[in-house]
């Protein structure tokens, strides 16, 4: 019986440090595609949200930065867009049924500046800036491992930018990031946890 017991904790152990390396990490950035084509993946509204369309991806500005892999989209293939208007930007990430303890990381670099939701949930907002070219630099980095703010299914990335001129009817604007998403596996928690449920039994059973 001794060599079932050390069976028992044995495998025990490895489902539960197997928690880790079975983890997926979820990779979105904005800029899918080549210049001058739109991003497949993030869509993009000036009119509120009631309509939605795919992102335009712009030969980039001169006097911006950009994130590493990823670039920088826009409403308008010329990089410009509406003066004194929030445009919303949305992807969507899915998350399986079964996975736990998921957490959110986005660096985000806009013109003029940017707020970030998570399924309708506020995650981070940028100062509004106040030196041209209007943009904050570096990134924003923003971040949650808030559990309610996931979904079982499909998730919503919205990022709000708002694109302020006083002088001009259209002026640049965009954004440019890139957010990675880890949740967390949880069936082999729930196995190994099972598991050492039931060595603690047979043990009780064996001091009676």
């Known amino acids: ?24 990490t979820i990779t979105l950035v ?3 595609g ?3 084509t739109r991003d497949p993946n993030t869509v993009f509204s000036i009119d509120n949200g009631v309509t939605f369309t795919n992102a335009f991806i712009p030969t980039p500005n001169g006097l911006y930065s950009s994130i590493p892999g990823a670039n920088w989209i826009s409403v308008q293939a ?4 509406p003066s004194n ?4 930007y949305r992807t969507s990430f899915t998350l399986a049924v079964g996975f736990t303890g998921p957490s959110l990381s986005i660096t985000i670099l806009a013109d003029d500046q940017a707020v970030v939701f998570l399924n309708g949930h506020f995650v981070g907002a940028q100062p509004f800036p106040t030196s041209l070219p209007n943009y904050n630099n570096p990134p924003s980095v923003f971040s949650t491992s808030n559990a309610a703010q996931f979904l079982t299914g499909q998730n919503v990335l919205e990022i709000r930018c708002f694109n302020q001129s006083e002088a001009f009817p259209t002026n640049p604007t965009g954004i440019d990031f890139s957010a990675v998403v880890v949740p967390e596996p949880s069936a082999f928690i729930l196995t190994g946890t ?6 603690l039994t047979y043990r009780r059973r064996r001091k009676a």
Not at 194 to 199: C, Q, S, V
């Open 30 to 32: 904005s800029g899918n």
């Open 85 to 88: 208007t929030t445009n919303i």
């Open 194 to 199: 099972g598991l050492a449920g039931l060595f």
């Open 1 to 24: 019986m001794k060599n079932h017991v050390r069976s028992i904790l044995v495998v025990t152990a490895l489902l539960v440090s197997t928690t880790g390396i079975n983890a997926q």
């Open 34 to 36: 080549p210049i001058g």
């Open 78 to 81: 010329d990089g410009n867009g």
